[in-house]
């Protein structure tokens, strides 16, 4: 009798143990599901949030490129708006460079490619910058159309040759008075071979401040910016310019700037400021600055 209670203890304790056993189990399946879900929820939210992190690279990136290529543009007052690509404006290749008593270029420079324009000539300086010969034959073709005959007095000149020409002028009127016509060797604009002085075919007034009152002259001031030539040295102008007035000094920087400083009034060294503003936006904007060739020279 006490052997069957003694088993019968022994059963029940099993019972409880197996019991035991089963809850703990049951609870580690829970914990282990729980912990599961909780995991997958987890990996859920990090993979939404590298969704968000990385649409916002992309839109980031997009906006990056677009800015790019995003238009600049230089409005001077009085003028139409026109477009400024990022260039190196001190490169002596740039249709924009800046050369007068306070900018330079080497002594050494010389223009690509020289050509013999194809309109009437004088001096021997008389070679210009390839890229500017079709709207010089253009502009002289149109003066010629409405009754006027233009010739280029003066075109590209060698650093030697501008330091023979200043040294001859101080040593005949001394330096300050030849400094108010004539550039130092480096920093005169026909070294580029993009500024010209002209004249009428018959020189009246040849290279002399009358020529703004003849016919040829006022027909060059009038028309000249339509095909890229702006007068470089105009009257009341000498104190920005550093030189006198010389209404037969055009110098090609393009049809674009040529008309806006036209219609401003402005000179280039006026209109620096603003050009210079805008490539810095082009350079925040990190837009490619061209490299400056024969195909893409404005």
């Not at 099993?14 to 049951?26: K, M, P, Q, R, S």
């Amino acid at each position: 009798m006490k052997s069957l209670k003694r088993h019968h203890g022994q059963g029940k304790r099993i019972v409880l143990f197996i019991a035991l056993i089963g809850t703990l189990v049951a609870l580690c399946a829970g914990f282990i599901g729980a912990y599961s879900w909780s995991t997958q929820q987890q990996i859920q939210a990090d993979q939404q949030a590298l969704a968000v992190l990385t649409k916002q690279v992309e839109q980031r990136i997009a906006e990056i490129e677009a800015k790019k290529v995003e238009p600049v543009y230089l409005t001077l007052p009085g003028a139409d708006t026109i477009e400024v690509r990022r260039e190196d404006y001190t490169n002596p290749d740039s249709l924009w460079v800046l050369v007068n008593k306070q900018n330079s270029v080497s002594l050494e420079y010389v223009p690509e490619k020289l050509v013999l324009p194809g309109v009437p000539v004088s001096a021997s300086d008389r070679l210009v910058s390839e890229v500017i010969e079709k709207p010089l034959i253009d502009m002289f073709a149109a003066a010629e159309a409405d009754g006027h005959g233009l010739m280029v007095g003066s075109a590209y000149r060698s650093s030697s040759y501008q330091a023979s020409l200043f040294n001859g002028y101080v040593a005949s009127a001394g330096l300050e008075q030849a400094s108010r016509y004539s550039a130092r060797p480096g920093h005169s604009e026909h070294q580029l071979g993009l500024a010209i002085d002209i004249s009428s075919a018959s020189q009246q007034c040849f290279l002399q401040a009358c020529f703004t009152s003849t016919p040829d002259g006022q027909w060059l001031a009038g028309h000249a910016h339509t095909y890229g030539f702006t007068l470089r040295y105009p009257e009341g102008k000498e104190a920005i310019t550093g030189y006198n007035f010389e209404p037969w000094h055009y110098r090609y920087v393009g049809p674009e700037l040529a008309t806006a400083l036209y219609q401003s009034g402005l000179t280039l060294e006026e209109a620096w400021s603003s050009i210079e503003v805008a490539r810095q936006t082009l350079i925040k904007n990190r837009a490619p600055e061209l490299v400056l060739d024969a195909t893409n020279r404005r």
